[in-house]
């Protein structure tokens, strides 16, 4: 079965400290990844989305994401996490021409100011 | 601009009552609309999936049903909650896969 990991469940980083989540996935195929974004009493909102070319990907709010195919992941980073950053990450993927996104865990991420 | 909208917010609901969540969307045609559960520290489970009216596809079997009676309305009902359907409800809405839009969910709570 198609599935998305991501190993870290919880982090915890001091404002200025540089992040880096793991996301990785089990669809051999095409695949389309994504990143989205949960902040305290909001709704889910897309931080960045791969589908086809550079496999570096500019977001939202300063957030970079790189796939790569040989490791099967989609690993989200920030060179310097805000007290704003903190809120849930979910890493989500749907192989080519699928209409459905399986989702990881999620990881909660908690800047300290 | 397209837009979701889900209702109610919150909703608390003694167990064995009936339940009928609404989701619609506006400014596109033909989305595909989904019904997930979210739950503290195990992600969002895809419940149910439509890729056009009257077209439902169930993900994990449970005491729950979809319909889509029009082209943006998604409704998630049960004829008799039980404890464990207590959950966030999101629903969301694609087009061709082009990255899926949330409503902001609905906190169900069984009593």
């Known amino acids: 079965a198609q599935s998305v990991s991501q190993h870290n469940h919880h982090v915890i980083l001091s404002e200025a400290a540089s992040l880096e989540l793991g996301c990785n996935y089990s669809?051999?195929?095409?695949?389309?990844l994504f990143w989205y974004v949960q902040y305290p009493g909001q709704h889910l909102q897309l931080l960045l989305k791969?589908?086809?070319?550079?496999?570096l990907v500019k977001g939202i709010k300063g957030f970079e994401a790189e796939f790569i195919k040989s490791k099967f992941s989609f690993n989200l980073r920030k060179p310097s996490v805000q007290w704003s950053d903190t809120a849930e990450y979910f890493c989500?993927?749907?192989?080519?021409?699928?209409?459905?996104?399986?989702f990881g865990r999620g990881t909660s991420l908690i800047v300290h100011p | 601009s397209q837009t979701i909208h889900q209702w109610p917010a919150t909703l608390v609901q003694p167990v064995g009552s009936p339940l009928s969540l609404e989701c619609t969307v506006e400014?596109?045609?033909?989305?595909?609309l989904y019904w997930y559960r979210q739950a503290a520290g195990r992600g969002l489970q895809l419940l149910f999936y439509s890729v056009g009216i009257g077209q439902i596809s169930s993900e994990v079997p449970q005491n729950l049903s979809a319909s889509r009676p029009q082209d943006r309305q998604f409704i998630l009902s049960s004829k008799k909650l039980l404890l464990s359907d207590s959950g966030f409800y999101l629903c969301?809405?694609?087009?061709?896969?082009?990255?899926?839009?949330f409503g902001s969910g609905t906190r169900l709570t069984v009593v």
């Open positions: 791969y589908f086809s070319g550079d496999p």
């Open positions: 969301a809405w694609s087009a061709r896969a082009n990255g899926y839009t």
């Open positions: 669809y051999g195929g095409t695949v389309n």
């Open positions: 400014g596109t045609s033909n989305p595909n």
């Open positions: 989500a993927a749907a192989s080519g021409g699928s209409y459905i996104p399986t």
